[in-house]
Nanobody, 121 residues
Framework: QVQLVESGGGLVQAGGSLRLSCAAS????????MGWYRQAPGKQRDLVAT???????NYADSVKGRFTISRDNAKNTVYLQMNSLKPEDTAVYYC???????????????WGQGTQVTVSS
């Protein structure tokens, strides 16, 4: 069993900043790609950013230059620093990780429970 627990969401004014964290725990052998997705009301869940174990990153065009994804492999944790927030960034943010469990040894696509980010204008 693997759990992803997110924290750091909240309410912020436009132009402000928030930092999301997501810690993985459980029967973890290794973690491949980690990432953040978001889902606004009435819309599909979209990619925000991903990061490989080696640190290669990928961002949605809408957040490039404003958001920074990072990870601490020793802590099995991924972060999302969000700056210059806009009202259109309002959504539930979900952590995602490709986790290889110890027993059985297999790759699992894991999701967190989501954390609300609300940006007021």
């Amino acid at each position: 069993q693997v759990q992803l627990v997110e924290s750091g969401g909240g309410l912020v004014q436009a132009g402000g900043s928030l930092r999301l964290s997501c810690a993985a725990s459980g029967s973890i052998f290794s973690i491949d790609v980690m990432g953040w997705y978001r889902q606004a009301p009435g819309k599909q869940r979209d990619l925000v950013a991903t990061i490989t174990r080696g640190g290669s990153t990928n961002y949605a065009d809408s957040v490039k230059g404003r958001f920074t994804i990072s990870r601490d492999n020793a802590k099995n944790t991924v972060y999302l620093q969000m700056n210059s927030l806009k009202p259109e960034d309002t959504a539930v943010y979900y952590c995602n990780a490709g986790v290889v469990t110890t027993t059985p040894r297999r790759l699992n696509n894991c999701w967190g429970q989501g954390t609300q980010v609300t940006v007021s204008s």
